[in-house]
């Protein structure tokens, strides 16, 4: 019987492959020790030759409902090696569509907490798969990497110089100025830069996120605005020190020539883009701004104090 109701996944209804995730659910949800037995059987189905990209779709999105525990380390790790393999399935065929790259990101994200990896080498592994969604996905999907890439390095303690370098150029994503969750990219900056070590590469992002509000619309710029204010109290002194107009002494170091001591804002890795360099002249450009949120929160920052705002800055309108 169960075979059946699995079998049904596939089935060319929509209808009737939903009521077949449903049900499986149902079945877990009132039998959990069926849930290993259940997702061997679903596995199968996803494994077939002749199966469609629908029926294997509707298959992960019952897999990445599952609610695991602590206890289910090898069902966690089982999960999350079918999605990575189906990941770089799909990948080798240039065939992985938004919907499925979602789903299966979806399932990562809810197995990965529970994985227990007995070598390096394959945590290594599904580090590169995710990297190369950031990088190659649309910008909503890449987000998702992003957050889920967070989310493992910082469980291990330990958030790489790649992960940032990633962050920072998805700054310069075009589809950015547009994207529907654009709180959600806010979100994973707010975090990143919050746990971020280095002081330098703090100041090429604040540098960054400014020349963009440049050209960009006050929805962004006000929560552009606002997060600097709000990494300002996690890191103080930063943004003042960037702000602050004081020379020094026009001599260049013995070491160094004067074009290391310069700007380069299209440098990929922030850590050595020479943001320590140069000044946030766009904030003193925003406090005139038209819109009054934005030249009310430039001047704040230009005051030295906090922003302070209960709303949605992305909701920000004319």
């Known amino acids: 019987l169960l075979s059946l109701i699995v079998n049904k996944l596939g089935d060319p209804e929509r209808r009737v492959a939903s009521r077949s995730s449903f049900l499986l659910l149902k079945l877990v949800n009132a039998h959990p020790n069926m849930k290993v037995i259940i997702v061997r059987e679903v596995e199968k189905v996803m494994y077939r030759v002749n199966i469609g990209p629908k029926a294997q779709y509707f298959a992960v999105c019952f897999l990445n409902q599952l609610i695991l525990s602590r206890r289910e380390t090898q069902l966690a790790n089982r999960l999350t090696d079918m999605y990575f ?34 070598d390096d080498a394959i945590f290594r592994d599904h580090l590169d798969t995710l990297f190369k969604v950031v990088h190659t996905g649309s910008f909503q999907t890449s987000v998702q990497a992003l957050m889920l890439l967070y989310q493992v390095m910082e469980s291990r303690e330990f958030v790489s110089d790649r992960y940032f370098q990633a962050v920072y150029a998805k700054l310069l994503d075009p589809p950015l100025q547009k994207a529907s969750k654009l709180s959600m990219f806010f ?5 990143s830069l919050k746990v971020d070590p280095s002081v330098e590469r703090i100041k090429a992002f604040f540098k960054r996120q400014l020349q963009l509000c440049m050209h960009y619309d006050p929805p962004f710029i006000c929560s552009c605005l606002y997060l600097l204010s709000e990494i300002e109290r996690f890191k103080p002194g930063v943004l003042q020190t960037m702000m602050s107009s004081k020379e020094e002494n026009g001599q260049t170091p013995a070491n160094e020539t004067p074009n290391e001591r310069v700007y380069k804002p299209l440098a990929r890795n922030p850590l050595y883009c020479g943001a320590e360099f140069t000044l946030l002249w766009e904030i003193q450009k925003l406090s005139s701004h038209f819109h009054p949120s934005v030249s009310h929160f430039a001047n704040q920052l230009l005051q030295g104090s906090a922003i302070e705002y209960k709303g949605d800055r992305s909701e920000e309108r004319f």
């Open 85 to 118: 393999s189906f990941f770089k399935a799909y990948t080798k065929k240039g065939a992985l569509d938004a919907k499925m790259l979602g789903a299966l990101l979806s399932g990562v994200n809810r197995a990965f907490p529970f994985v227990k990896f007995e």
């Open 187 to 191: 979100n994973v900056l707010y975090k």
